[in-house]
């Protein structure tokens, strides 16, 4: 990588900031420095004295020149890269995460739904105790040295199976004592299905729920339909507020999807704040673009605006409430997690894999069905190496687009299942979703200078 693109500098929210990509130091400059860094590796100090004397004065300019001289000399700023030699990823094999397909079945039937309407383009099905517990056995087993592990139960709709979830949880705390292990439960669900008896089961033992709603309720309706070609929003918002209301201070997520239909999605995460949900997603829909909901390249300017929109009324939403979160909005600015995972991402098909109710392990959720994806069986294990070699190699170091990018060591390459569905290649991203990704990392550390300025 060229020098002069070891930064990336941008303004937003009223403030200027410039990134230094390989150290992840981000810095909240004046205009002078701002500007300064435009010549700075180009042009000797005279120069740019010259270029920018009809702004600032002479002394303002040298001051702000060692001021910047100073952040390269400690490392924070133009700083080089770590060798790709020096990286190792996974090499014991260990697993950390399973998402547990316990229902290949749904009672929605969503038009966007990557899962073929909960049958992953199968036959409908539900796992039995007997695979779930192979399950559990196995990531105990593949897990190492690793005491934390994560179970997501997912579906289809998963509370469509809950007495053996309620079973495979006990038989998780069973585990715990005999391995030493901690299993931290999520479940996703659409709430068609909740009650008192199981909003008690999934608050006292899901360490996270995701409830699935779109936002307001002709945007879910038009998209979120129930067997009788019905709208779910009557039927599932009060049921989540309920929900919510119960779980006290434990983790949550309402997960929507915004499509072509709803460009304007920052009117759902603040329809879902009013509503009384503090802690919310909104995902660009999973499909291919051909789909008149799809997202389009002539929709990517809009989305990016939005973006800038919103980041603007959570600035003033979070100012006044702190429990107020956007998950897009998140970011770690303490150089993040260690420098593996920050060039290698979720870990799919390595650290973390999917199991369908006959027990068969695939990569994620979005490869599931996919035959040749398929990577073994919780029976027998991992018997297509070459699928799990593909993914562990699937760094942004190994990714052309992404060596280039200022944002790969925080999306971290992206997400393979879009690459797939869009280039039939895990190594080359999806690039709407790229563009996407780099407005929502800018939003973010806009958001937290304005908030701890």
Same mark, same amino acid.
């Given at each position: ?164 979830? =309620?079973?495979?949880? $006990?038989?998780? *705390?069973?585990?715990? +004592?005999? #391995?030493?292990?901690?299993?931290? /439960? %999520? ?51 009060? =049921?989540?507020?309920? $929900?919510?209301? *119960?779980?006290?201070? +434990?983790? #949550?997520?309402?997960?929507?999807? /915004? %499509? ?51 980041? =603007? ?5 979070? *100012? ?71 993914? *562990? ?61």
């Amino acid at each position: 990588m060229d020098i002069k693109e070891r930064i990336h500098k941008y303004s937003l929210n009223g403030k200027n900031i410039v990134l230094d990509i390989n150290s992840g130091a981000v810095h909240v400059v004046e205009d002078i420095v701002y500007d300064i860094l435009d010549y700075y590796k180009t042009y000797t100090l005279d120069e740019i004295i010259k270029l920018l004397e009809d702004k600032y004065d002479d002394k303002d300019i040298m001051e702000a020149y060692e001021e910047i001289s100073l952040l390269e000399n400690e490392g924070i700023l133009y700083s080089e890269g770590v060798s790709i030699e020096d990286i190792r990823y996974n090499e014991d094999n260990i697993i950390k995460a399973l998402c547990l397909h316990v229902a290949h079945d749904c009672n929605l039937r969503c038009n966007y739904c990557f899962a073929s309407q909960g049958d992953f383009k199968g036959d409908r099905s539900l796992m039995s105790l007997e695979v779930g517990k192979k399950a559990l056995e196995f990531l105990v087993k593949h897990s190492g040295g690793r005491r934390n592990l994560e179970v997501d139960f997912f579906g289809g709709e998963p509370l469509m199976n809950f007495e053996i979830i =309620k079973k495979l949880v $006990m038989y998780g *705390k069973d585990l715990e +004592k005999n #391995y030493n292990k901690h299993f931290r /439960f %999520t479940i996703t669900t659409n709430g068609v299905l909740l009650d008192e008896d199981n909003m008690k089961f999934i608050n006292e033992y899901m360490d996270n729920v995701v409830l699935s709603l779109d936002g307001r309720k002709r945007i879910n309706d038009n998209m979120r339909r129930t067997i009788t070609d019905e709208g779910s929003y009557d039927i599932i918002l009060p =049921k989540f507020q309920k $929900m919510v209301a *119960k779980r006290g201070d +434990k983790d #949550y997520y309402v997960r929507g999807t /915004f %499509t072509s239909y709803n460009l304007d999605f920052s009117n759902d995460v603040l329809h879902f704040y009013d509503k009384g949900f503090k802690k919310i997603s909104i995902e660009p829909v999973v499909t291919s673009p051909d789909k008149d909901y799809g997202i389009k390249e002539e929709h990517i300017d809009t989305i990016l605006k939005e973006y800038e929109k919103f980041s =603007k009324d959570y600035i003033n939403i979070k *100012k006044k409430d702190d429990d107020f979160l956007f998950f897009h909005f998140m970011i770690d600015l303490d150089q993040g997690p260690c420098i593996v995972k920050r060039i290698v991402g979720c870990g799919a098909g390595s650290e973390y894999m999917a199991v369908t109710p006959e027990g068969e392990l695939y990569p994620c959720h979005q490869f599931v069905g996919d035959k040749k994806f398929k990577i073994g069986n919780v029976y027998e294990g991992i018997t297509n190496n070459e699928i799990v070699k593909e993914f *562990k190699n699937a760094s942004v170091y190994n990714k052309e687009k992404c060596r280039s990018c200022w944002a790969r060591f925080y999306c971290s390459g992206g997400c393979h299942a879009n690459a797939y569905n869009h280039h039939g290649n895990i190594m080359k991203p999806y690039d709407i979703g790229c563009e996407m990704e780099k407005k929502r990392i800018e939003c973010a550390i806009s958001i937290l200078a304005n908030l701890y300025e």
